[in-house]
């Protein structure tokens, strides 16, 4: 079991930045990757970015390249999405998420609460 918890979220303006992190616990040694998910309203959840935990690569949904950054700090067990020159389209409820094996099967079965991240235009 893998659990997270996410924080960091709120309201900025257009053109702003915010950090959110994700702090995780649990059987973190069966992490395959950590990934930023956002959903919002009236539609589906889409993975902004990742990071995998044997060589820290990343992988990033095009609408942010260039906006935002995921990091991770190994030490704290914390991952972080740096977003900057944020769009009102980038609101949503972002979620943290771990791609963590389970025996022998491996999905994004564990999910953080959620933090709510408003751009205003």
């Known amino acids: 079991q893998v659990q997270l918890v996410e924080s960091g979220g709120g309201l900025v303006q257009a053109g702003g930045s915010l950090r959110l992190s994700c702090a995780a616990s649990g059987n973190i040694f069966s992490i395959y990757a950590l990934g930023w998910f956002r959903q919002a309203p009236g539609k589906q959840r889409e993975m902004v970015a990742q990071?995998?935990?044997?060589?820290?690569?990343?992988n990033y949904a095009d609408s942010v390249k260039g906006r935002f950054t995921i990091s991770r700090d190994s030490a704290k067990n914390t991952v972080y999405l740096q977003m900057n020159s944020l769009k009102p389209e980038d609101t949503a409820v972002y979620y943290c998420?771990?791609?963590?094996?389970?025996?022998?099967?491996?999905?994004?079965?564990?999910w953080g609460q959620g933090t709510q991240v408003t751009v205003s235009s």
């Open positions: 998420a771990a791609d963590a094996y389970t025996g022998t099967y491996r999905a994004y079965d564990f």
């Open positions: 990071i995998f935990a044997r060589d820290g690569s990343t």
